[in-house]
């Protein structure tokens, strides 16, 4: 019999109506469950909680905002994708503030969800998705037919720079860029 949070609470009460002790259950529970019994602390928690009067199996429900659902996590993603697509060098404090969710949400939909991480200044994918894959080398089969290996264009004949970079943009100091 696999025993689970509530196969245990309903042991610790039915044991707690006969007044035994939390040790007596907790020993028990060890001896029967192995590893996988409650802690003391927590028999000791669930028997006072049944002495008191509780007989139900299950948690109350907590006071704190409740975890959104699957459509709002959907929605929360898309639109904080669209603001960085729009401005790649924003901050998780800005995109918290437009969006209107706490700074660790945001920071878990862009590392988790979208899976981006933020390079020198600019938020960039982690890791290429499977359309970004097809992309590449749609490109790279595109630019290879353009230079036939004995045609008028070799790929020699492509000049190349010293990879000089002029950004187009004003980055934002380094002390608003952080995360």
């Known amino acids: 019999m696999e025993f689970t949070k509530e196969n245990m609470r309903f042991y610790i009460l039915m044991r ?30 669930w028997v006072n909680e049944f002495n008191e009067g509780k007989e139900s199996l299950f948690d109350f429900p907590r ?3 409740p975890k959104p659902c699957m459509n709002e996590q ?22 918290s503030d437009t969006n209107g969710l706490s700074y660790r949400t945001v ?12 390079v020198c200044a600019r938020w960039i994918p982690h890791l290429l998705m499977v359309e970004q ?8 089969t595109e630019f290879l037919n353009r230079f036939e290996p004995h045609g008028p264009k070799k790929l020699s004949d492509i000049v190349t720079g010293d990879e000089t970079w002029f950004p187009f943009f004003l980055i934002p100091p380094k002390r608003l860029n952080r995360i």
Do not use: F, N
């Open 133 to 140: 894959k097809r992309a590449r080398v749609r490109c790279a």
């Open 74 to 95: 959907i929605h929360s993603c898309s639109s904080i994708k669209k603001d960085i697509d729009e401005h790649p060098h924003t901050s998780v404090r800005e995109l």
């Open 16 to 45: 707690s109506k006969l007044s035994e002790y939390a040790k007596l259950i907790h020993e028990t529970l060890q001896t029967v469950c192995g590893d996988c019994a409650c802690s003391y602390q927590t028999v000791c928690r």
């Open 107 to 118: 920071h878990t939909i862009i590392t988790e969800h979208l899976r981006m991480k933020k």
């Open 63 to 65: 006071p704190g905002k």
